[in-house]
């Protein structure tokens, strides 16, 4: 029996050996939707619907809000791969499991993912309901996904960060966002925290005073793995509440995730806007 990461490996490889045998093309963009986000897919021209279940070796969500479902299909002229769902560190998985789906589709040669989440608004300027893109990110989730044994044909050993987001997908969506006629769309720095539980007001109090915008409990591991297999990468957080430390409200999941349904809307045409530019 081989060691942890060589079983990793194996199952990563093995996994996208599996898939390649269930669609006839390579997807060019990775899709990645959060909590309440799953709408996208709606608009998908499908070809191939697999559960995580059905998949060798994928974790399988716990949450609720995430349909876990890997689909193949056509979306603003693209061939595309959309993760309907994710996994999270607060399930208790490691951030090596929790981007395993995106090390196995890396593996099929996509360009570009685009990832979505819903957030908490920490810098008061933003509104329920905006969509924030992403400009960099805090990851204070105590763990990292490269943690470990190397593996040269997937990435660098030291991978650069310096531009996690790419700046050119970023102009792109606000181009595309201004030509939609969608006011509520800006940039800042997402933070990732480990959850579940969400923060008390000094948490948010310090969380902003670190320069974060807004905060989530996904998306940073992903982005990881996403740039070390060479991924261009545009982050959009769906902005479901705000909260102000001073005069602190209760935070309630299904509130967020109600939110996040009726934002959903604009960020599936903002989505398949910047898809049918071209994502590189």
């Not at 309440?36 to 609720?64: K, N, Y």
């Not at 809000?65 to 996994?87: E, I």
């Not at 920490?122 to 924030?132: C, D, E, K, V």
């Not at 190397?150 to 310096?162: E, I, K, M, V, Y």
Request: hydrophobic letters at 45%.
């Amino acid at each position: 029996m081989g060691s942890d990461f060589e079983n990793h490996v194996a199952a990563v490889e093995e996994a996208a050996a599996f898939l390649c045998g269930q669609v006839d093309f390579a997807p060019e963009v990775v899709l990645a939707l959060g909590t309440g986000l799953g709408g996208v897919a709606d608009r998908l021209e499908l070809v191939r619907r697999l559960p995580f279940a059905a998949i060798p070796h994928f974790p399988v969500s716990t949450v609720a809000s995430h349909a876990g479902n890997l689909l193949f299909g056509r979306l603003g002229g693209r061939r595309v791969a959309v993760l309907q769902g994710r996994l999270h560190y607060y399930e208790g998985y490691s951030t090596r499991q929790v981007t395993l789906p995106v090390r196995v589709l890396s593996r099929l040669g996509p360009k570009v993912m685009i990832i979505a989440n819903a957030a908490g608004g920490l810098n008061p300027a933003l509104t329920p309901g905006s969509l924030m893109l992403l400009a960099d990110h805090l990851n204070f989730i105590p763990d990292n996904p490269l943690r470990g044994p190397d593996q040269p044909a997937w990435g660098p050993r030291f991978p650069d960060l310096s531009a996690p987001y790419d700046a050119g997908l970023r102009e792109k969506a606000i181009l595309c966002a201004t030509e939609l006629g969608l006011a509520n769309v800006t940039t800042g720095v997402y933070v990732a925290i480990p959850g579940p539980s969400l923060e008390t007001p000094a948490e948010t109090r310090y969380l902003r005073r670190c320069g974060a915008d807004a905060v989530g409990m996904s998306t940073v591991p992903e982005v990881i793995v996403a740039r070390h297999a060479g991924m261009q990468v545009l982050g959009i957080s769906v902005i479901a509440n705000v909260n102000d430390p001073d005069n602190f409200a209760p935070i309630l999941l299904d509130d967020i995730i109600a939110q996040a349904k009726r934002a959903a809307v604009d960020l599936e045409r903002l989505v398949v806007a910047v898809l049918e530019e071209g994502e590189g």
